[in-house]
């Protein structure tokens, strides 16, 4: 396997510029001749779809949900950072820059992450334009909030539904394309294989979910946008249906696999309360602009928190890190909240609980305005709790809630097998080794909205595609390959659901690969995934048919990839024999119990590649050079 970053030369600020003049450009009578089929339709793939169609390209979008409307991304609570300096606080594109590569803990491509930060404040001048009500202030501006691992206020939102607003933003440019009838939208359809010709990706294989009928796309390009493999962790914050299968496919189809072992696990979340549970949920980072942390001093100290008087608190992360306090980035606070738990002084049913505490901010600003900045987010937490956050503190625990790692992709988004492009969460461009809150959905819409328009017209224009009949041998063998996965998995007639497989992978995975790793830990996953497998395909139970309308098939199918992928990511994390971001293990800390970093052998990317069943994997790096900012040790003290 190649990798060949394709990095451009010369300043850091010139590279996205000067690249975008030399790439090849397609003309514009030209571009209806070319199909470029799109997987996901959240904001990277609605995004690029509609940016790609408005340009000339025809589309074919795809996505499981019954609307584009429905993707994950429909979830995103706080916001979005773009550096447009509205606040006068000293921002910049060179500081977003800086504070993302530095929360990364210097595991991301420099070159990636100015370009992101370089494109940020068009992004938001895109979603103004399509109509996004965001927040403003009194005289009109649009209002900023803070996020992790920042000291400026760069934070553009709306309320606590940030995502859904601009979900429907780019769903209506979308639409907008689809009306036109340069984009075909498929929803309903799952992609359950890559169809690669000569080499390069040239199609793929989806199952129609209403009907459970195969259907192949071919086209001159495939773009996956299919978000991340939180669910991996089967509790998480993730939609019930994000899944890994897209990447997976590709993966087993020859593209390399980027830093799986990457996962971050978001600090306050609603704490797990029993085994019934199948999901987890977020409360926004946004929250800690307002919310103090805190658990009490003593140990199995079991009074309500207004009885617990000031003196006897410990708000830690602001005794810890007092340049950053309640916005230290989520690996650290996730990481000090699980320390205070381990060490007894956790709340809640269980001790796995630290309390997210409003009461300042309300003696300050009054519950109007604590109201107004965050309500939907204190109701759903009343509903799922049943305690009104206005007069206790909300109870937090860490989650699984993003993917850093993710398929491979060089400067053009462009993965190891030429003509697949992957977008947003599904790549794992940007974010390094922890990513920065509100840095997410800015990266899936600078990639959509902004990168692929330009890199996917070179790679066309470079290219020359012979037409690709349906009955080619390499198509009728990725259909082949489809239908006997379908057949086998409802072959087994286990005893075992999918789910109690998932449920079991996921404790495994929380367990020995999650906030915290360890040698020892991680053999012992090595041992029990591979087994877990082993008895999934020997007893798992799916009811119903291949040809018809069956959630237990498809359930089984995502969770046979996450059983592979769980594999991939231990695997990755023994290897990385240092801490870095949210990758901690315990044998790599300083005295003060933070990540300790070996650049000399691990400054660089971690890619794998499929080698076969039953073969381990390849591993290959991808030397991470910093040309502007100095290695350094990540402090936010
Ligand atoms: C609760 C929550 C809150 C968050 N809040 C924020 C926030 O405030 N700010 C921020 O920056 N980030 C936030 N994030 C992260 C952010 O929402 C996601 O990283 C981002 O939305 C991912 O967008 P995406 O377009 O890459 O993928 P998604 O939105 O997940 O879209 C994936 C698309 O791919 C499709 N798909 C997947 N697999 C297949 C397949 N096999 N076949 C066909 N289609 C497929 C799906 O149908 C869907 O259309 C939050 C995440 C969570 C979980």
């Known amino acids: 396997m190649k990798l060949d970053a394709r990095i451009p030369s010369g300043p850091l600020e010139r590279k996205w510029s000067q690249h975008k003049f030399e790439l090849k450009l397609v003309n514009p009578a030209n571009k209806r001749k070319y199909t470029v089929l799109m997987v996901g339709s959240g904001l990277a793939g609605a995004g690029g779809a509609a940016a790609l169609a408005e340009l000339g390209y025809e589309v074919k979008c795809f996505c499981y949900q019954d609307s584009p409307r429905r993707a994950h991304s429909i979830a995103a609570q706080g916001g979005i950072n773009a550096s447009k300096n509205y606040h006068n606080d000293g921002d910049s594109v060179f500081r977003l820059f800086y504070d993302t590569v530095k929360g990364g803990d210097f595991r991301s491509r420099e070159a990636n992450v100015y370009r992101l930060a370089e494109v940020s404040g ?12 965001f927040a403003r202030e009194y005289g009109g501006l649009l209002d900023n909030r803070s996020f992790g691992g920042a000291q400026v206020s760069r934070t553009f939102y709306a309320r606590g539904q940030t995502g859904q607003q601009l979900l429907l933003g780019a769903y209506q440019a979308l639409e907008r394309q689809i009306g036109l009838g340069k984009v075909q939208m498929f929803a309903r359809h799952e992609m359950l294989e890559l169809i690669v ?287 006997g996965r379908l057949e086998r998995l409802l072959a087994v007639n286990g005893k075992r659901t999918p789910t109690s497989f998932h449920r079991e992978l996921g404790r495994v995975l929380w367990e020995d690969c999650g906030m915290t790793r360890n040698r020892a830990g991680l053999e012992r996953a090595l041992q029990l995934v591979p087994a877990l497998r082993e008895e999934f395909w020997r007893n798992v139970t799916v009811a119903g048919e291949a040809g018809e309308l069956n959630q237990s098939l498809e359930l089984a199918g995502r969770v046979a990839d996450f059983l592979e992928l769980a594999e991939l990511m231990c695997r990755d994390a023994l290897t990385r024999d240092e801490s870095c971001g949210c990758h901690f293990r315990e044998e790599h800390q300083t005295e003060d119990g933070e990540a300790l970093r070996d650049d000399e052998r691990y400054c660089h990317v971690a890619v794998w590649e499929y080698a076969g069943d039953g073969r381990p994997p390849v591993r290959h790096e991808e030397p991470l050079e910093y040309e502007t900012v100095h290695l350094a040790t990540r402090s936010y003290k």
Not at 122 to 133: M, R, S
């Open 197 to 483: 010709v000569d080499g390069r990706a040239r199609g793929i294989v989806v199952r129609d979910l209403l009907t459970g009928e195969l259907e192949t796309h071919i086209g001159d390009a495939v773009c996956l946008a299919t978000g991340g493999y939180g669910n991996v962790f089967y509790l998480s914050t993730n939609a019930k249906g994000c899944n890994t299968t897209a990447i997976w496919r590709a993966y087993r189809r020859g593209a390399g696999f980027a830093n799986p072992c990457f996962t971050q696990i978001h600090p306050t979340c609603i704490p797990v309360t029993g085994e019934h549970q199948s999901k987890l949920t977020l409360m926004s980072e946004s929250l800690r602009n307002d919310g103090r942390i805190w658990v009490p001093k003593q140990q199995g100290d079991a009074r309500p928190a207004d009885r617990i008087p000031e003196q006897e608190r410990d708000y830690y992360l602001e005794r810890k890190y007092p340049s950053y306090g309640n916005l230290a980035p989520r690996d650290i606070s996730s990481r000090a909240a699980k320390q205070v738990c381990d060490e007894g002084r956790g709340v809640g049913p269980g001790g796995q609980g630290v309390y997210l505490d409003f009461s300042d901010a309300i003696g300050r600003l009054g519950e109007d305005a604590i109201r107004e900045k965050y309500g939907n987010l204190f109701e759903m937490y009343e509903r799922i709790t049943a305690e009104n956050p206005y007069r206790v503190p909300m109870r937090i625990y860490p989650a699984a809630h993003y993917t850093m790692g993710g398929l491979w992709v060089d400067y053009n988004l462009m993965s190891t097998i030429p003509g697949l492009f992957v977008l947003g969460e599904a790549n794992f461009s940007d974010h390094g080794a922890n990513r920065l809150g509100a840095s997410a959905l800015m990266q899936g819409l600078a990639d959509g909205y902004f990168v692929i328009p330009y890199t996917i017209g070179d790679y066309l224009a470079r290219t020359r595609h012979a037409s690709v009949p349906e009955d080619h041998p390499d198509v009728r063998a990725a259909v082949a390959e489809v239908h």
């Open 122 to 133: 068009n992004i938001i001048d895109q979603c103004a334009a399509l109509g996004v009500p």
